[in-house]
């Protein structure tokens, strides 16, 4: 298995957002970011730290695994 690159797990954030129909801004709200990090994440120009991938990830209802492209299944575990 090969490590995702920023890029990837930009476009993942990226398609899941838009797919909720979510602007970066209301994202970024909603996951307790800045719309330019969001921004940078999603334009793989940015490290993504782990509690604002788990933040992210809350608010999408995805994976982390998922975003970080360790599997091709949005759907977060059930509890």
Same mark, same amino acid.
């Given at each position: #298995? +090969?490590? *995702? $690159?920023?890029?990837?797990?930009? /476009?993942?954030?990226?398609?899941?957002? &838009?797919?909720?129909? #979510?602007?970066?801004? =209301? %994202?970024?709200?909603? !996951?307790? /970011?800045?719309?330019?990090? %969001? &921004?940078?994440? =999603?334009?793989?120009?940015?490290?993504?730290? !782990?509690? &604002?991938?788990?933040?992210?990830? #809350?608010?999408? =209802?995805?994976? $982390?695994?998922? %975003? %970080?492209?360790? /599997?091709? $299944? *949005?759907? *977060? *575990? +059930?509890?």
């Amino acid at each position: #298995m +090969s490590v *995702p $690159t920023a890029s990837q797990i930009g /476009t993942r954030i990226r398609d899941m957002r &838009s797919k909720r129909k #979510m602007s970066q801004l =209301e %994202l970024a709200k909603q !996951a307790g /970011t800045h719309q330019s990090n %969001l &921004s940078g994440w =999603e334009r793989g120009k940015r490290d993504i730290f !782990a509690w &604002s991938l788990a933040r992210l990830a #809350m608010v999408l =209802e995805v994976s $982390t695994d998922y %975003l %970080l492209c360790l /599997t091709d $299944t *949005p759907d *977060p *575990p +059930s509890s």
